[in-house]
């Protein structure tokens, strides 16, 4: 078995503000004293910059892309790299890429064009979904890139930063025909409070509007016992929560002798001692089975949050979208956690102008919203994406409707969500503080269900710590309240 180390790195700066688009990985700042066993750490830290070579790796998209760049970064340290907090300041930059929509894909090629003219000396490298997608044209596009690596050849990074160094001038992974996960010696691990384990990689469903079975490749699970060494490990460095990450997640299966489904590792991850939150992401409705809601109302551990992306309310735009469940399905499924002992909140996706969609069909979409009573969406515009088979359907939604609708569709949705936080005044919450404002003298955090909640208290330093907070007011994003013990 690989050794492997966990590098923490303290990047909460106080605010808890919706994610950007994209992000660059913190510098690695002294740890917290006290939460995490420093010999596992030193040994990691040991081997960074001993080369004298320096990265910067910016991130863009998801929470699977933000785990591969700890991953990308971790096997950079120890090959001796040495983060650093500019582009300007490193040898090696990295661009972590999405391709998700169009306009993710643009601010990658603008970060490109910036080194025009500057990239000299530099090696500058294109991962993720959009390497995979326009492979060597990215070379055609800027000729000053040397390296461009799907997110399913990242295993032979290693190999390629080998022939970056000895001189190689332009190198590629771009392999997607692979039964492999990316499996690293040392994670750095840029969150403080809560850690990612990916479980599965690529995706065997065929969405009409998605690129990542294109750009991630085929479904791969890692092995029940990888994933809880590393879940025990994380636990070890004083990880009490932890993230299940996949595109699929709950489409796991243990390629091990033990044949696990997702559920038997979701309770297994949860009963590793010292873990106290078992969150999972993202859930794919035809896999979401009645045992996993079971799971959560018998395991604590298990947080009752749910984000199980519906996509459209639409039962004939879910087929041409291929989906593989009817809105009748999907509801049934919703039907199983509003009838759970335990409160669960879910989250969803929902697709806004798909080609052909209806102006019933969206009157789908939006009694969907009624019924399955979101705690909260993220919502798009159907863009078209290369190496989709909607990329050319017909019966284009004008760019006017969609907007139009969206609007509709997220105020329908804000009172909703209005409506179900006001119902939460007065109750308590147990609540993981992970942020602080000091200018307002506000803590904040979540819940286990996912809520967001800001807090004040008397006491000092709190950051980490889990506390039960009486709820006094809400809005529609989020709970205020006060620590009451
Ligand atoms: S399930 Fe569909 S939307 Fe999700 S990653 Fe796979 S193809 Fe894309």
């Known amino acids: 078995m690989n050794k492997q180390f966990d590098i923490g790195v303290e990047s909460l700066n106080g605010d808890t503000v919706a994610q950007p688009e994209s992000r660059q990985a913190p510098l690695p700042l002294p740890l917290r004293g006290g939460l ?98 326009e492979g060597e044209e990215i070379f055609e596009r800027a000729p000053w890139v040397s390296l461009v690596c799907g997110s399913a050849s990242y295993r032979k990074l290693p190999d390629l930063i080998d022939q970056l160094e000895s001189g190689g001038r332009r190198v590629t992974g771009l392999d997607l025909d692979t039964d492999e996960t990316f499996e690293t010696d040392i994670t750095r691990r840029d969150r403080l409070l809560s850690a990612y384990i990916t479980i599965i990689e690529g ?172 705690d909260a969406i993220f919502s798009f515009k159907y863009s078209p994406r290369p190496n989709t088979s909607a990329k050319d359907m017909p019966d284009a939604i004008p760019e006017e409707e969609k907007s139009r609708r969206l609007a509709i569709l997220n105020e329908r949705q804000r009172q909703i969500q209005t409506a179900r936080y006001e119902k939460l005044v007065g109750s308590t919450f147990e609540v993981h503080t992970d942020a602080h404002h000091p200018a307002r003298g506000v803590w904040g955090g979540r819940t286990s269900c996912n809520r967001l909640v800001n807090f004040s208290t008397t006491r000092e330093s709190l950051l980490g710590q889990y506390v039960q907070v009486k709820i006094s007011r809400a809005s529609a994003n989020a709970l205020f309240g006060e620590q009451v013990e």
């Not at 469903?205 to 809880?228: D, F």
């Not at 109302?297 to 879910?318: D, F, I, K, Y």
Request: net charge neutral; proline share 4%.
């Open 203 to 374: 995706c065997d469903y065929s969405c009409a509007y998605c690129v990542v079975p294109h750009t991630r490749g085929p479904e791969r699970s890692r092995p029940s016992e990888a994933v809880l060494a590393e879940a025990r490990r994380l636990a070890d460095v004083g990880y009490t929560e932890i993230q299940l990450l996949g595109q699929t997640v709950n489409s796991y299966r243990d390629p091990g002798p033990r044949g696990w489904r997702f559920v038997d590792l979701l309770r297994a991850v949860a009963d590793v001692p010292g873990i106290r939150r078992v969150r999972f992401t993202t859930s794919h409705p035809n896999d979401f089975t009645r045992e996993i809601v079971e799971a959560i109302e018998t395991v604590p551990a298990l947080c009752n949050h749910v984000h199980l992306p519906v996509q459209s309310g639409s039962s004939r735009v879910l087929q041409a979208m291929r989906r593989t469940y009817t809105r009748e399905e999907y509801l049934e499924k919703i039907g199983w956690m509003r009838e759970a002992s335990r409160d669960i909140s879910i989250t969803s996706d929902i697709i806004i102008g798909f080609p052909g969609e209806t102006a019933e069909d969206f009157e789908g979409s939006l009694s969907l919203l009624d019924a399955a009573q979101y």
């Open 36 to 133: 995490r066993n420093n010999s596992r750490e030193q040994a990691a830290d040991a081997g960074a910059g001993a080369t004298g070579k320096s990265f910067f790796i910016e991130t863009f998209g998801c929470q699977m892309n933000d785990h591969d760049s700890e991953k990308v970064a971790g096997v950079l340290q120890g090959r001796g790299y040495r983060a650093v907090g500019t582009p300007s300041q490193a040898d090696l930059v990295l661009y972590n890429t999405c391709s998700i929509r169009e306009k993710a894909a643009q601010k990658v090629f603008a970060r490109l064009g910036d080194w025009k003219t500057l990239a000299d000396g530099k090696i500058i490298g294109v991962l993720g979904c959009l390497a995979q997608q």
